[in-house]
């Protein structure tokens, strides 16, 4: 896919004026996004509604009718399992859960769980970081949140494509991390267990051939995890540039830095490892060119060579 600069699709008006809270600012930001990205998509590529305003993968683009990979009756099975682990993750059919929320329709308890989901620091962390990766690199790498499917069945948050090589260099799996270390801990216990099965499977996934993108399972994918301390995310909430015209401040570099850090020591942690397979271990040494590159634009150099 083509290196655009240019402010693709419906652009959501910033309003630095009006008083708007962390989650409706990254709402706002990652919308803003998503146009721009399905715009271009649309135009370069021939994909039209690649992205959910969240800048979460879309399902439905995915059928064979549309030119997808899946029947849809498939997709259908899958957006099944997506509701009812929902209905499950919300309690929405516990009486106590739906007086909490007032309300006894169990899909009104879903919508107003994920709109909670979003405000707590996991959901603005998982925001928050999409948001900051796509600013830094979306000259060279196309950062977009996974599909409900794989975020539910898979555990993964983001995916990240390198623009000219069509490489997904990794997937993320994001998360905020408290005092005590253990969500972080946990985190590198999983990242351990998908490496030594050779990585992480994507149903609803991407591929670029021939400079063009398009829908496509994706299977022995590396797979990291990206934490932020409350210290952290408070810092990166307070410092970003919500307006999607201006640049990344650098509060954003500086956490940027310490999430490549992290995959840095990660990578080398199962290259290190007897465990991973071989093949998912070519991988990680070929994620090396581009996790160099993500540690040059973090030190204010930003040529992909």
Not at 61 to 75: A, H, L
Not at 197 to 215: M, Q
């Amino acid at each position: 896919m083509p290196n655009i600069q240019e402010n693709f699709g419906r652009k959501i008006p910033y309003r630095p004026d009006r008083k708007m809270n962390y989650t409706e600012k990254l709402k706002s930001l990652l919308e803003n996004m998503a146009n721009k990205i399905n715009r271009e998509t649309e135009e370069q590529c021939g994909l039209s509604g690649l992205l959910n305003s969240d800048c979460t993968i879309s399902m439905n683009g995915f059928s064979e009718s549309g030119g997808g990979i899946y029947r849809e009756e498939e997709i259908q099975r899958h957006q099944k399992e997506v509701k009812e682990r929902e209905l499950d993750f919300s309690s929405a059919n516990n009486p106590n859960v739906q007086e909490f929320y007032g309300t006894k329709n169990p899909e009104d308890v879903v919508r107003r769980w994920k709109e909670n989901k979003m405000k707590d620091k996991n959901g603005q962390t998982e925001m928050a970081v999409t948001a900051l990766l796509s600013k830094i690199l979306k000259d060279d790498f196309l950062v977009v949140r996974t599909a409900s499917y794989d975020d539910y069945r898979n555990g993964i948050d983001n995916i990240i494509l390198n623009r000219r090589t069509g490489e997904v260099i990794c997937a993320f799996d994001e998360v905020h991390e408290g005092g005590r270390g253990e969500r972080t801990n946990a985190k590198i216990d999983k990242v351990k267990k998908i490496a030594k099965k050779g990585g992480t499977k994507i149903a609803y996934g991407l591929k670029l051939e021939n400079g063009k993108l398009s829908r496509s399972k994706m299977k022995n994918v590396p797979l990291f995890f990206l934490g932020l301390k409350s210290e952290e995310l408070l810092n990166l909430l307070n410092n970003m540039e919500y307006d999607p015209d201006k640049g990344a401040t650098s509060a954003e570099y500086e956490i940027y830095g310490k999430l490549v850090a992290s995959l840095r020591a990660q990578q080398q942690l199962l290259l290190d490892s007897s465990e991973v397979p071989n093949l998912l271990k070519e991988k990680l040494k070929t994620f090396e060119r581009s996790l160099a590159f993500l540690e040059r634009i973090g030190q204010g150099q930003s040529k992909l060579s």
